[in-house]
């Protein structure tokens, strides 16, 4: 089955809906409207992606609240949940689906590019099982500052429209504000979507699913000789590359299951995600993550385990001989961690202020991680400050201050500083490319908990709103909002994270 391409909506309301995912089979979805609230409040909108996506932002201001609570439903949008399976901490659930989440459409935004808009927290669907169908305010603004700092700091992510409160309690293991955040991504189109129709041997399923995503996500997979095997290829390669850009800045996702990574290759589901603070390759934040399956730097490896169950759904579709697919499947896989390893490295060259490439450059990066790892510094001022070190020697002290023993870091700058003079260009040069790629400001996980704690206890949104702000340019110094580049003190430090739910 061919996915076609709808012609676009006559509808001329503030969301000019253009909705294909409702067009496909039923059995991709249920029909479901989202379940009015008390009293919802606009908390934010944000303006510039509205724009983006041409809806109207004279509506959005006067009906934000009404729309983005889901009490009013704009002109235009076919409400559904999808259906999904997935791997969670390894152990197969056949349906999990949008239990929480309601789908209202699809945009096509001014640069032509076909975008989701999703209520996360619109009350219960046919997915729900024994939840509520809710979200609590603080999950809510910690996917809103996170996915937004994500976009800011260049990594592939699904993108934050607007966060509601509904007026109304959830019951968690306290009571908590409700709220309802709107989702845009790519797409919401899963791994665990795929395993859904491959777990119920429907793979006519699989193949329609396989075939809207060609269209909507991989078009130049259609002229290849094995468009569905170029199609896993080219998710592979976009995942390789999005967990690597992962690694550079310190983020942990925390819960990599199937069902929460996109076959569009953005980061989906910002549950119990964290920035690290001191370098630690086996940081784990997550509450539920007892086995550290999903620390740091776990991610790589179980982004492969996760697209080998991927390439289970697909592999009939391969080729007809069973064998022939399996061996394509593998050959697919088996360069994962070279795609991965050239994207990781790349990056942290330049991180490093290295364009050139030369066969110790890695064994120079990974002397520098363990170094901090010893020496506990913190990940994201560490890269910080080596610009200016780059720069200009003088700034090697304030360097060093980040750790907690320097010795490691005194050997690492002058093996550095030798790599170093065998690169083209000018110091400080180097050292602006540098600011370009190390951030000075990253959603730290106890600025995220200030704010939560200030919105939930006080219904004071100033500091979710200068998070959202500072993190918004996190490439730039803001010497107005230095103190949000500082790592946590002692007793500000937040050792867990906890899901949405
Ligand atoms: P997540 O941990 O966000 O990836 O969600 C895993 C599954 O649990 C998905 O199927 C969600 O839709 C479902 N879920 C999570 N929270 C709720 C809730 N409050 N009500 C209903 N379903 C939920
Ligand atoms: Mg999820």
């Known amino acids: ?67 983005f609570s ?47 808009i999703q ?13 509520d169908g809710r979200a609590a305010l603080g999950p809510v603004l910690r996917e809103y500052i996170v996915s937004e700092a994500m976009h800011a700091l260049g990594i592939p992510a699904t993108r934050a429209l607007a966060a509601v409160v509904t007026g109304q309690p959830v019951y968690r293991e306290q009571i908590l504000p409700g709220a309802v955040f709107t989702r845009v991504a790519a797409s919401h189109i899963r791994v665990g979507t795929f395993q859904f129709f491959a777990a119920r041997g429907d793979m006519a399923s699989v193949q329609a699913l396989a075939d809207y995503a060609i269209d909507r996500h991989y078009p130049d997979a259609k002229n290849d000789e094995r468009p569905y095997l170029a199609f896993f290829k080219a998710v592979v390669a976009r995942q390789a590359a999005l967990i690597a850009r992962w690694l550079h800045v310190g983020f942990i996702h925390g819960v990599m299951n199937t069902d929460n990574m996109t076959i569009s290759g953005e980061t989906i589901d910002f549950g119990p995600c964290a920035f690290m603070d001191a370098y630690d390759p086996k940081k784990v ?50 360069e994962y ?3 991965f390893q050239r994207h990781w490295l790349d990056g942290m060259r330049r991180k490093i202020g290295i364009v ?17 790892h010893q020496g506990e510094a913190d990940f994201t001022l560490t890269f910080r400050k080596l610009c200016a070190s780059a720069a200009d020697p003088a700034a090697d002290a304030a360097l060093a201050s980040l750790f907690a023993a320097p010795a490691g870091l005194t050997t690492w700058l002058s093996d550095w500083r030798k ?26 996980n106890h600025r995220i908990e200030q ?19 500072v993190t918004s340019r996190p490439y730039e110094d803001q010497p107005r909002f230095a103190a949000y580049a500082d790592p946590p003190q002692p007793e500000e430090e937040v050792q867990q994270t906890f899901c949405g739910t």
């Open 1 to 67: 089955m061919n996915y076609v391409p709808p012609s676009p909506s006559a509808d001329t309301d503030a969301f000019p809906f253009d909705n294909s995912f409702a067009r496909l089979p039923q059995q991709f979805f249920a029909r479901v409207d989202p379940t009015p609230v008390a009293e919802p409040w606009l908390i934010k909108l944000n303006r510039p992606l509205a724009e983006e996506l041409g809806l109207d932002i004279g509506t959005l201001e006067r009906d934000g609240a009404q729309i």
């Open 70 to 116: 889901g009490n009013s439903v704009p002109a235009g949008a076919a409400p559904l949940a999808m259906a999904y399976a997935g791997h969670q901490f390894g152990t197969f659930v056949p349906q999990l689906g949008d239990g929480r989440a309601i789908l209202l459409g699809e945009v096509i935004d001014r640069n032509g590019r076909r975008r989701d």
């Open 119 to 131: 209520l996360k927290g619109p009350g219960q669907t046919p997915f729900s099982r024994r939840g």
């Open 285 to 334: 934040f997550s509450s539920i993550d007892q086995f550290g399956r999903y620390a740091y730097a776990s991610q790589p490896a179980i982004g492969q385990w996760n697209l080998t169950r991927l390439a289970e759904t697909l592999v009939p579709l391969f080729d007809p001989v069973a064998a022939t697919a399996v061996d394509l499947a593998n050959d697919v896989l088996g």
């Open 337 to 339: 961690g070279a795609i």
């Open 356 to 372: 050139g490439e030369e066969e110790g450059d890695l064994d120079l990066v990974q002397a520098l991680l363990t170094a901090m």
């Open 419 to 444: 790599r170093l003079a065998r690169e083209p260009g000018a110091s400080d040069e180097r050292a602006s490319a540098m600011r370009a790629v190390n951030p000075a400001f990253i959603p730290r």
């Open 451 to 469: 704010a939560i704690v200030a919105a939930t206890g006080e219904a004071d949104f100033s500091l979710f709103e200068a998070l959202v702000d």
